[in-house]
C-alpha cells in the first residue's frame, strides 16, 4: 500500500500484487518488452522523487509536524 501512494501503474512504475510470483514476472517481462515505456516511466518516477521528496519540502513538512505535536501538548512553538 505504501508505494501505491507514490507508484502509479504504467505512469512512473509497474506495480505487482506483493503475494503473486505470477504478477511480479509479468511485470518484469513487460519492462524488458517493452524498454522505450520502462525508460520513460523511470524518468518520470525520478521526477516524481524529485518534487515529492525535495529536502526543502521534506523538513517542511517535519517541522510542521513538531509544531503540531508541540501544540497537541501545550507547549509553546519552538523558536529558530
Known sequence: PELLETVRHGENGRVFQGDNVDSFAEQVLAAVEDRDSSIRMARR??????????????????????????????????HA
Do not use: C, N, Q, S
Open 45 to 78: 518516477a525520478a521526477a516524481d522523487v524529485a518534487v515529492r521528496h525535495h529536502p526543502r519540502k521534506v523538513a517542511r513538512e517535519t517541522l510542521a509536524i513538531y509544531a503540531r505535536a508541540r501544540a497537541i501538548r501545550g507547549m509553546p512553538p519552538a
